[in-house]
Every structure is written in structure tokens, then in C-alpha cells.
């Protein structure tokens, strides 16, 4: 595997706290995505971003932030603001204007102590 | 806004019997949809897409536009087949997809 990757693959957060999960890929994909899985609820989109320096928001940005810097790069922080942070995230990346083929990263896990 | 449902979180067959996995979707515009798998320790991945009309590893699903859905097929399940499906819509633009709930399947020897 490679193409996207994800660190760490478990992540604990105090309350409180602000954490980041990175995601990196050197697929040259212009388009990147964060979901957040959780069981019974499949994956609901955070943000996503078509190209550098532009993001938008899901269906649950609330509580989450991003920033897309670099075109290989798309870190997404998990800010005290969100309630339930505990979840697995799943990063993706496409060829932009071509959801349907993501390439998916193999997630984080994110606990809150 | 778009709206895809799973209605079955869990799916129980045993090896050799047909399995259908529902999908129903709502969308205003014309709707692609796709089917993407997750077997264990693996990485999210495409399975199949309604416009290549294509049968992957046995399975197929026809989009039907008047009862708005996109069922997973496949005649004879194997035990490898044990993983967890989503059902996906993109809308018209491309830029993203909405997923179902998931479901999640296991054949039995």
C-alpha cells in the first residue's frame, strides 16, 4: 500500500484539547476528503477540498477544521468544540471532478481520555 | 439534498445462497451511483459503478430510476465476500459523494 497515507493510526485527545490528523498522498490527486466513520451511520463527509489553497464543507464540518496548503497535503484538526470526537477517520483522494475514484487512506482512530 | 439509505445493517447468508444488499437512494438531479467494499484489515475500495453495467467478483446491481434504488447482486455468495458494503451517489458536479450507512456481510460456511 502506498499512494495515501494517514498518521498516526491511533490518536488519544484529552478534553479539551485540539488535535490534528495528518493525511498525505503523492498520487498528484488534486482533490482530497475527510470522512468520519462510525458504526450504523457509514461515512459522513467533514470536508473536502478540489484544489490548493480551497476547501469545503461536508455534511458535519462542525467541530472540525482544515487546511490545504500543499497539494499532497490535507490535515484535518479535531477542535474542542466537537462534542464526540471518538471516531475512526478515513482520508481520501481523487482525480478532481471524479469522486467516485478515491483512493482511500487506511484511517485513524481517534479516543478521547 | 441527496439521501442513501442502507436498510440492513447486518446480512447473514450462508456460502452458495443469492445475497442482495438494498440500496435506496433520493436526488433531485440524474444520480451516479456506486457500490464500494471494505474487507477486513483493507482499505475502503470501488466494487462497481451503474454506468459500466459491469459484474465485479460476481456481483452486479442495476440502478432503477422509478424505484430509486441500486441493489447488490450476486447469485452464489462465497465466504470471501464477507465485508462491509456502502452504497455511494455522486452528484452531478463530481466533486463529492454521499455514502449509506453500510452493510455489513457475512456468509457462512
Known amino acids: 500500500d502506498g499512494g495515501i497515507t494517514q498518521s498516526p493510526k491511533y490518536l488519544f485527545r484529552k478534553e479539551g484539547q485540539n488535535v490534528t490528523l495528518s493525511c498525505e498522498q503523492n498520487?498528484?490527486?488534486?482533490?482530497m476528503y475527510w470522512y468520519r466513520q462510525d458504526p450504523g451511520q457509514g461515512l459522513r463527509l467533514i470536508y473536502y477540498s478540489q484544489i490548493v489553497n480551497d476547501f469545503q464543507k461536508g455534511d458535519i464540518a462542525e467541530g472540525y477544521s482544515v487546511s490545504r496548503e500543499k497539494k499532497e497535503s490535507f490535515p484535518l484538526t479535531v477542535t474542542s468544540a466537537q462534542k464526540n470526537p471518538t471516531a475512526f477517520y478515513l482520508c481520501a483522494s481523487s482525480i478532481a471532478g471524479d469522486a467516485e475514484t478515491q483512493y482511500f487512506g487506511p484511517g485513524t482512530r481517534l479516543l478521547v481520555l | 439534498a441527496q439521501r442513501v439509505t442502507q436498510p440492513e445493517k447486518l446480512l447473514s447468508v450462508f456460502k452458495g445462497a443469492p445475497v442482495e444488499l438494498k440500496c435506496n437512494y433520493s436526488?433531485?438531479?440524474?444520480?451516479?451511483l456506486f457500490w464500494y467494499v471494505q474487507y477486513s484489515r483493507q482499505r475502503l475500495q470501488l466494487l462497481l459503478r451503474h454506468i459500466s453495467r459491469e459484474s465485479i467478483k460476481g456481483f452486479t446491481a442495476d440502478l432503477n430510476k422509478g424505484e430509486t434504488s441500486f441493489h447488490l447482486k450476486k447469485p452464489f455468495a462465497q465466504e470471501e465476500d464477507s465485508a462491509m458494503y456502502y452504497c455511494?451517489?455522486?452528484?452531478?458536479?463530481?466533486?463529492?459523494?454521499?455514502f449509506g450507512e453500510g452493510t455489513q456481510l457475512t456468509v457462512n460456511p
Open positions: 436526488y433531485s438531479g440524474s444520480p451516479e
Open positions: 498520487l498528484n490527486h488534486d482533490a
Open positions: 455511494a451517489l455522486r452528484e452531478t458536479s463530481g466533486s463529492r459523494l454521499t
